[in-house]
């Protein structure tokens, strides 16, 4: 995909997220996915130990992969972004396994949990713009034998996000509220991001 200006810069999506990619795919956001590598488990825990909130946390995440990729890539944005769900004081990260995943959302039945995403570009390893989104989301108490139901359903793409759901599909029958911008709970805060893509000529003014 081509960008809307010949002048318009290269972008990079500093992410292995396929909801993120789906999502600037969706928009007609020309792009390239780049992981960053970003040992993301141990920097989390490092934070964490240094008492840093949720907020902090996301942002340095998002900072570190978009600066990492962004070093490698003269003259192009790059889209770093992370998300910490947030409950009781606990930080949950991706489940690493179905088992894990079950805990989780046991974990997360019946309680309302906080969702804090950072999104930040990058340009020639300089912070460029950034954007924090919150999202508050009730989980319903639902039965066992709904959860069992739910991570046959799901399968191998329970391991896709944290808390185990994905509230584009199926995992939308878990919640019985949910405050927040949509967009920004599957990961990117797509129409602050799109206007300043267009800015920059990547996409149509």
Request: hydrophobic letters at 45%; one cysteine or more; charged letters at 25%.
């Amino acid at each position: 995909m081509t960008t809307d200006r010949d002048d318009a810069p290269e972008v990079y999506l500093a992410s292995k997220s396929r909801t993120r990619a789906d999502l600037l795919t969706r928009a007609g956001v020309p792009f390239i996915v780049e992981p960053a590598g970003v040992d993301e488990p141990a920097v989390k825990a490092a934070l964490r130990a240094q008492g840093a909130t949720t907020q902090a946390a996301a942002a340095t995440l998002a900072e570190l992969k978009a600066r990492k990729v962004s070093h490698q890539h003269r003259g192009a944005l790059v889209i770093g972004s992370d998300q910490i769900l947030e409950c009781g004081g606990a930080w949950f990260d991706k489940p690493t396994d179905p088992d894990n995943a079950r805990a989780q959302l046991q974990a997360l039945r019946g309680r309302t949990h906080r969702l804090v995403g950072e999104t930040c570009v990058f340009l020639e390893g300089v912070r460029v713009w950034a954007f924090t989104s919150t999202a508050e989301l009730a989980m319903r108490d639902f039965s066992d034998r709904f959860l069992d139901a739910y991570l046959r359903a799901m399968g191998p793409r329970v391991l896709d996000a944290v808390g185990g759901y994905e509230i584009e599909g199926r995992g939308a029958q878990l919640f019985s509220k949910i405050s927040g911008d949509f967009f920004c709970i599957l990961g990117l805060p797509l129409l602050p991001l799109l206007d300043f893509l267009r800015g920059h000529g990547v996409v149509a003014e």
